[in-house]
């Protein structure tokens, strides 16, 4: 209403303006230069000056209107384009994305259908097709969707977007499949981001919003063109975060795998292995130690106890049951306690008090599977008859070293080794942030090492 108010008053100040400096001129000519007066040229000067200036200020206004007009609409393009590109972000699920993608567009210009035609990696074979406008009861009755032949192809070939007046009549229309909707007006553009094409954009049949609230059918501009480029930049952009989303998911399903894998294989496969050693115990005292054999079934039976908490813990994604609540110093005597009991190995533990202090839980649980699955190994492999465990500071690190004196092995097949708990302990020592080594020679028994640096303490 201010506009317009403005507008109105341009106009009167347009004509009025000039009139009063004719008045003022006239005034002049005849009371201060005593220039004869004619009616006649009067008169004619008086329309000649009203004629011009009202046409004048006419011109000036309705251009001062329309660029108004421009400005409001631009605006309110703008906004819409604000709008969808904020819709875009609420979601990170890739389907869920592309269907945003086809039903903002429509919006955004208002067509009565759209359309999105995701490509393959060949950049011309659709892959996928997600349709706005349509009823699902509709959109179940086609017989098949568009492939990218005839029009909708033509921007797979280019590259660039296109705008047709009436489908059918460009030459390289190939009509339309049986129990498709009749469409007349398209606009397309494609949806590319760093040289890479997601796909094509296609919206039909412009409608045209008239002041009494009805619409009609129109045609797409060049404007409409240029917004749905600028949103289709948005878009590309929406399609890569929901990819790199979902290839982040992809990752971390993958860790969480690996992590499993790595508890399962230093956690529970090893503490089944030490109770399966029990049981064969149990099985050679049955005869001649009765209560022996009771006791070692027993602790077999504790042990598998430990084994389902443990599992049960993995599963729900917590710490294992068996070195959960404790520190560096329990688990480890622990783990040397269980040795002695299983096997006839002298074992000897060294802690420094305050290394075992400064260690977090989360490096606690680390080292701990690092020193079972390393001890499993000396029980199976190494023939040893001592194993010195030892847990302290070096140049500044935390440091878990197990050393046995068996029968050790060749230095390079030592560098070589890939068997899972090798693999695995090297794993446990990356995600402590620190190096694992193995030193080993024949005959000459094994040392293993894992250094880390030292935490923050929460809280």
């Known amino acids: 209403m201010i506009n317009q108010i403005d507008t109105r008053s341009l106009r009167w100040l347009g004509v009025l303006v000039p009139l009063a400096s004719w008045i003022l001129w006239a005034i002049v000519r005849t009371w201060i230069w005593d ?117 909708l192809g033509v921007m797979s070939k280019e590259g660039r977007p296109i705008r047709l007046a009436d489908i059918l009549a460009d030459p390289r229309s190939v009509g339309f499949p049986e129990g498709h909707p009749p469409m007349r007006t398209l606009v397309g553009v494609p949806i590319s981001s760093k040289g890479k094409v997601y796909g094509n954009l296609y919206l039909a049949d412009k409608r045209i919003s008239l002041p009494s609230g009805g619409e009609i059918d129109g045609e797409f501009s060049a404007e409409d063109q240029e917004l749905l480029s600028m949103f289709a930049v948005q878009a590309a952009i929406a399609v890569e975060n929901a990819q790199l989303y979902r290839e982040n998911q992809q990752i971390a399903v993958l860790r969480e795998r690996e992590r499993i894998g790595m508890d399962l294989h230093d956690g529970v496969i090893q503490s089944i292995y030490a109770i399966g050693l029990l ?149 446990r020592a990356r995600g402590l942030h620190g190096e694992f080594r193995l030193e080993s020679a024949p005959g000459a028994g094994a040392r293993l090492s894992v250094t880390a640096p030292i935490e923050k303490r929460e809280g």
Not at 336 to 345: C, F, K, P, S, V
């Open 35 to 151: 220039h004869p007066v004619s009616w006649l040229a009067t008169l004619i000067e008086l329309a000649i000056i009203a004629v011009g200036a009202t046409l004048f200020a006419n011109w000036v206004a309705v251009n001062l209107e329309r660029r108004e007009a421009e400005i409001r609409r631009r605006s309110e393009h703008l906004e819409a384009l604000r709008q969808a590109s904020l819709a875009l972000t609420t979601e990170l699920e890739i389907g869920k994305v592309l269907q945003q993608v086809v039903d903002q567009s429509r919006k955004l210009v208002n067509a009565r259908y759209g359309a999105l035609a995701v490509l393959g990696p060949d950049g011309r074979t659709v892959e996928q097709f997600y349709t706005s406008g349509l009823t699902p009861e509709f959109h179940s009755r086609l017989p098949n969707l568009p492939s990218g032949a005839g029009v």
């Open 279 to 427: 049981l064969d115990d149990a099985r050679h005292r049955i005869d001649t130690s009765p209560e022996q054999t009771r006791e070692v079934i027993g602790a077999a039976i504790n042990g598998l106890n430990e084994v389902i908490a443990d599992i049960r813990s993995y599963i729900q994604h917590l710490r294992p049951q068996r070195f959960r609540g404790r520190d560096i110093r329990q688990g480890l005597e622990a783990l040397a306690q269980e040795l002695r009991n299983d096997t006839a190995l002298s074992v000897s533990v060294e802690i420094d008090e305050r290394a075992a202090n400064v260690c977090t839980a989360r490096q606690a649980d680390e080292f701990l599977h690092v020193a079972q699955e390393a001890l499993a190994n000396v029980r199976k492999h190494a023939s040893a008859r001592h194993v010195t465990i030892q847990f302290g500071f070096y140049e500044g690190l935390l440091q878990l070293c197990i050393e046995d004196d068996g029968a050790g092995m060749d230095p390079d097949a030592a560098r070589r080794a890939q068997g899972n708990g090798l693999r695995n302990m090297r794993a």
